[in-house]
C-alpha cells in the first residue's frame, strides 16, 4: 500500500489549498479514506474521512472551511482547503486502513500565514 500526499505550502490567511492523496496497491473505491493533520507539539488529529459511498464526517472546527472529495478512477483522495487560518499550519497525512493495518503517507506541510 502507498499513499502519496501532494499539494502542500505557504499560504496567506484567508486563502486556499487543495491537498491531494494517490493510492496504490489497494482496491480504492472499497477504501475509507481519511486526512488527519499534526501540529508541532500537538497530537495527530482527525480532519476529514470520507466512505466508500461518498459519506463524508468533519472534524468541528473544519466544518464549512475544508471540503474531502474521491476520485475512484484516479484512486485519488482530495482535500479542499478554503478560508485557512494560521491555526491550520501542519503535516496533513493521508491515511486508510486495509484489515487491521493503518497506512499513513510521508505527510505534506500546510503553512499559513498571518
Known amino acids: 500500500v502507498q499513499l502519496v500526499e501532494s499539494g502542500g505550502g505557504l499560504v496567506q490567511a484567508g486563502g486556499s489549498l487543495r491537498l491531494s492523496c494517490a493510492a496504490s496497491?489497494?482496491?480504492?473505491?472499497?477504501?475509507?479514506m481519511g486526512w488527519y493533520r499534526q501540529a508541532p507539539g500537538k497530537q495527530r488529529e482527525l480532519v476529514a474521512r470520507i466512505t466508500s459511498g461518498g459519506v463524508t464526517n468533519y472534524a468541528e472546527s473544519m466544518k464549512g472551511r475544508f471540503t474531502i472529495s474521491r476520485d475512484n478512477g484516479k484512486k485519488t483522495v482530495y482535500l479542499q482547503m478554503n478560508s485557512l487560518k494560521p491555526e491550520d499550519t501542519a503535516v496533513y497525512y493521508c491515511t486508510t486502513r486495509v484489515g487491521l493495518t493503518d497506512y499513513w503517507g510521508q505527510g505534506t506541510q500546510v503553512t499559513v500565514s498571518s
Open positions: 496497491g489497494i482496491i480504492f473505491s472499497l477504501n475509507v
